[in-house]
């Protein structure tokens, strides 16, 4: 249009000029060319910038909708702040959040304004309302990032984040967090408390109880206490796991009725509960709180159809705060719980410094008797077992024995035990396996060796595999050796037990059933396992020679068991009296007991093989006989 507008309006003008002739009007006329194309240059510029701005305005109104979109679809309530504070920017889900109809209600307005609108519903605390402002403003004004967590009455959650934008444009968004910090919540019970009974675990435990002796008066009396079930693994045994689990839960629930801020319940695991009681006048106010918890303790659960009856052990530690460690009062109570379960168990004792003495005694021992097995420094002493019919050494029964470098000789009934808690019984079995076997290979025909074995040993199912190893490392006759099982081993797992010997057995080792009487079910044993002697225990002998029914009872069972096809073997004759009545009375095939001396050596028991014991003499086979008749 610019060009028509030239052609017909200029292009005349200038040709009249030029038609005019003279020099001015021509010069006039050429001056009016340039004049067309400086005017067709602007008019293309100007057109260019129209296009221009028509198409910008298109993009940012496209940029404009887009991000309006981009605005109200955010999952967060976003507000942009001016320099002034006010509101100049806001998205639907912040109007929603802020219960506005439209975002357009949010411009104009202050964070202030917006906060006190929650006070006003009584929905947020005053002072809340301040702290959260300050937080906000000075994050912007100090250009830094800033998450302040906003907790309402209603149990609703918001998370306001400070954000500085461009051009002094403040940013703040937020959101609600209620599932989020829920979760979290549980999640952080879960991590603190037991999953079964709801109480604090032990590691919550620990930092609570830290927390709780960092503050207040160090000179106050604390406790801990420690609560442990008695049998429980046999029930989780015998009846399962989830029997067992009822009966947590119930001693659970009933030590959840004591806790408090002065007292802390927890459980640490398995059957065992610890207590923490703080600010305590004095012991006797200890022990009447402990015995209100026992005393809560008492009586039946009912667990899926099972009644069973709660019983427990404790033990419990009391001092200063200002004299506590926390792992070693955990230590005490568990040294006062083992000395309750010693005394009989189904009570509580407190700690004395004695029982510290006590444990690291034993701590020690432990440690020289684990020394002692690994350098082979132990011995083997042999108790010989001798056959009425000639009264001569038909076999021994190998005793190990513990000279400590410093104690002197340590009694079995005391490593023993030890042995069996670390874990080392085993150890000691093979070694005394091996040095038997050895000494017994040098002793004359038909003399045999008899070893005892542990429960342990009998679960292990290596232990075959080890006996007839040794059988081989000596070369001893299998028919030589002779393998004691107690009915301890027996009660423990009759069925591995069981297996064992018949294994044992095979390779043509012969088994004895050793202290027979003591147990619950002995008479069954006899033709369940493959026995080749019964060794009837010592206890029947205390009064034999004075009760009746005593001997008649050892009579009886002495011919049951001849009846079966065993041996007879009666243990712990100490007296000639004993002897005389068991010749005379019971007629067994062998007798053991310090009549005929203590244990000896593997060279006494060569010397002493071929010897008639002088008690022969008094208690003759003719006398037998004739009591016999």
């Known amino acids: 249009m610019v060009m028509i507008f030239m052609v017909t309006m200029i292009v ?7 038609l005019r002739g003279d020099t001015y009007h021509v010069v006039l006329g050429v001056m009016a060319l340039p004049l067309f194309f400086a ?7 100007v057109r260019e910038v129209l296009l221009t701005a028509l198409s910008e305005e298109k993009k940012s109104h496209r940029l404009a909708q887009r991000f309006n979109r981009a605005l109200n679809t955010m999952g967060h309530g976003l507000v942009m702040l001016g320099p002034d504070g006010r509101i100049v920017v806001a998205n639907m889900e912040a109007a929603r959040l802020m219960a506005f109809s439209t975002s357009e209600r949010l411009i104009g307005r202050t964070i202030k304004d917006l906060l006190k609108r929650g006070v006003a519903g009584n929905m947020l605390a005053a002072r809340d309302c301040r702290f959260i402002e300050s937080q906000l403003t000075r994050a912007l004004r100090e250009g830094r990032s800033r998450k302040v967590l906003v907790s309402l009455t209603n149990g609703q959650h918001y998370e306001f984040s400070a954000r500085e934008g461009s051009q002094e444009l403040g940013v703040i968004t937020f959101e609600e967090v209620t599932a989020r910090i829920q979760a979290e919540e549980k999640i952080r019970t879960m991590a603190r408390h037991d999953s079964l009974t709801g109480l604090v675990n032990r590691a919550y435990f620990n930092e609570l109880v830290t927390d709780i002796m960092a503050s207040g008066d160090p000179d106050r009396l604390c406790a801990f206490a420690v609560i442990d079930l008695d049998d429980f693994k046999s029930i989780n045994d015998t009846l399962g796991h989830p029997i067992g689990d009822k009966m947590i839960l119930a001693v659970g629930e009933r030590l959840h009725v004591f806790a408090s801020e002065r007292m802390i319940v927890s459980r640490f695991g398995g059957d065992e509960f610890m207590l923490f009681i703080d600010n305590l006048d004095d012991e006797f106010e200890l022990s009447d709180i402990i015995n209100k918890v026992f005393g809560a303790l008492e009586g039946e659960v009912d667990a899926v159809g099972h009644v069973l009856r709660i019983e427990a052990s404790g033990g419990a530690a009391v001092a200063k705060v200002r004299d506590t460690d926390f792992d070693a009062m955990i230590v005490r109570a568990d040294l006062a719980l083992y000395k309750a379960k010693e005394e009989g168990k189904g009570r509580w004792k407190l700690f004395e410094s004695a029982m510290d003495a006590a444990f690291r005694d034993k701590q020690l021992l432990k440690a020289d ?3 002692a097995v690994e350098a082979r420094e132990l011995r083997v002493v042999y108790q010989p077992i001798i056959a009425l019919e000639t009264m001569r050494i038909a076999s021994c029964e190998a005793l190990c024995r513990w000279d400590h470098p410093s104690l002197g000789p340590v009694s079995p009934a005391i490593f023993i035990p030890l042995a069996e808690e670390m874990g080392i019984i085993s150890q000691i079995s093979v070694f005394v396996l091996e040095t038997a076997t050895a000494e017994c290979k040098k002793w004359p025909e038909p003399i045999s060796v008899s070893v005892n074995l542990s429960a342990k040993d009998f679960r292990s ?22 393998i004691e099982v107690t009915e301890t081993a027996l009660l423990d797992d009759q069925v591995q037990t069981s297996r064992t010997i018949e294994a044992i057995k095979a390779i043509g080792v012969r088994i004895a059933l050793d202290d027979f009487g003591t147990g619950y079910s002995s008479l069954s044993y006899l033709h369940k396992l493959p026995l080749d002697k019964v060794k009837i225990d010592r206890s029947f002998l205390h009064d034999i020679a004075r009760n009746q029914r005593t001997l008649e009872l050892v009579r009886s069972i002495v011919g049951l068991s001849r009846a079966l096809g065993l041996e007879i073997t009666i243990e712990g004759v100490e007296t000639f009296e004993q002897l005389k009545v068991l010749v005379r009375e019971v007629q067994p095939d062998m007798v053991q007991g310090f009549l005929y001396g203590a244990a000896l050596s593997a060279s006494g028991i060569r010397t002493m093989s071929s010897t008639v014991w002088p ?15």
């Open 461 to 482: 199912p290596d232990m075959v595999d080890k006996v007839r190893a040794v059988l081989d490392q000596s070369g001893l006759a299998s028919d030589r050796l002779e």
């Open 369 to 371: 008797l684990r020394n």
């Open 615 to 629: 008690l022969a003499e008094n208690v003759s086979l003719s006398q037998r006989k004739s009591a016999t008749t």
């Open 12 to 18: 005349p003008i200038s040709i009249a000029f030029i």
């Open 39 to 45: 005017i067709r240059r602007f008019a293309l510029v």
